[in-house]
């Protein structure tokens, strides 16, 4: 059992130096690479050169910060593990001499220790969900806010958009958090349905209205382009108390009625 513990111990060691030197190696790199780019803009005076550099270099350092990153975790992984089989031995050596109690740390309870971590961790995770299922509810008092005003434009549409966007880059990172199952998960996924579902009732809205209005346009242009001209050739005598509608066919209103209309009111029985 001696032997076994030491060996864990050893074994634990060397995953924690790995992780540390793994580490450190690649701040040292991104810091002498920072340094040769700033070296390199001074020489080529922020020229071809320099971005060709630092394409090569930035390349290069992401691809050692992704190799780092994955070997410390799988080290932080096994030191875990060996740490987990050492307080097994631990608890071992209480259970065969209790008179070990006052002169060793004691070890917890690793079902009691594993429940309250499980229960903290929960916790986070239900009030990042509360925080999210808040935010949802904002989301559809806005869009109805917007429906209530009629702002169905394109660009409100587009804004509301990357609010939606939001909420589900939002919601997949809670999701990735809770390992162990918040019970508000259920409900936030139902919400964010709903709010999709309230974004397509406002996009539908939306190009209704753009529908609306393009056949209002369009009867004005065969208006403008039909009667205006039939009005213009045919009613070219209207009194002076309407302006408006001189103004509309583009005439200047005039201060006496011409003499178009005079021969036109003569001609009349």
Not at 34 to 48: E, H, K, N, P, Q
Not at 162 to 167: E, K
Not at 255 to 264: G, I, V
Request: glycine fraction near 6%.
């Amino acid at each position: 059992m001696t032997t076994e513990h030491f060996t864990l111990q050893g074994a634990r060691t060397a995953a924690i130096t790995e992780s540390t030197s793994r580490a450190t190696i690649f701040i040292g790199s991104v810091s002498a690479g920072l340094v040769a780019l700033g070296l390199i803009a001074t020489a080529t005076r922020i020229g071809t050169a320099f971005y060709a550099f630092g394409l090569i270099l930035l390349s290069t350092l992401s691809f050692i910060g992704f190799v780092t990153c994955d070997r410390v975790l799988q080290s932080g992984i096994e030191e875990l593990h060996y740490a987990e089989r050492i307080a097994r031995l631990r608890a071992y050596y209480f259970d065969f001499a209790p008179e070990l109690t006052h002169y060793l740390a004691s070890v917890a309870d690793e079902e009691a220790s594993a429940a309250q971590l499980e229960a903290l961790f929960t916790a986070q995770r239900e009030a990042e969900w509360g925080e999210f299922l808040s935010d949802c509810g904002k989301y559809e008092t806005e869009l109805a806010g917007e429906i209530a005003k009629g702002k169905l434009t394109l660009a409100e549409l587009d804004e509301e958009e990357q609010s939606l966007d939001r909420l589900r880059r939002w919601y997949r990172t809670i999701r990735a958090r809770d390992l162990f199952g918040a019970p508000s998960a259920p409900v936030a996924e139902r919400r964010l349905k709903e709010c999709t579902e309230a974004l397509e009732d406002f996009a539908e809205r939306v190009y209704q209205a753009r529908e609306r209005a393009a056949q209002v346009f369009k009867r004005l242009r065969i208006w403008e382009h039909g009667n205006v001209h039939e009005i213009r050739a045919r009613c070219a005598w209207l009194p002076l108390r309407t302006p408006a509608v001189h103004h509309q066919l583009g005439h200047d209103v005039p201060s006496q009625e011409s003499p178009q209309c005079e021969r036109q009111k003569r001609q009349r029985p």
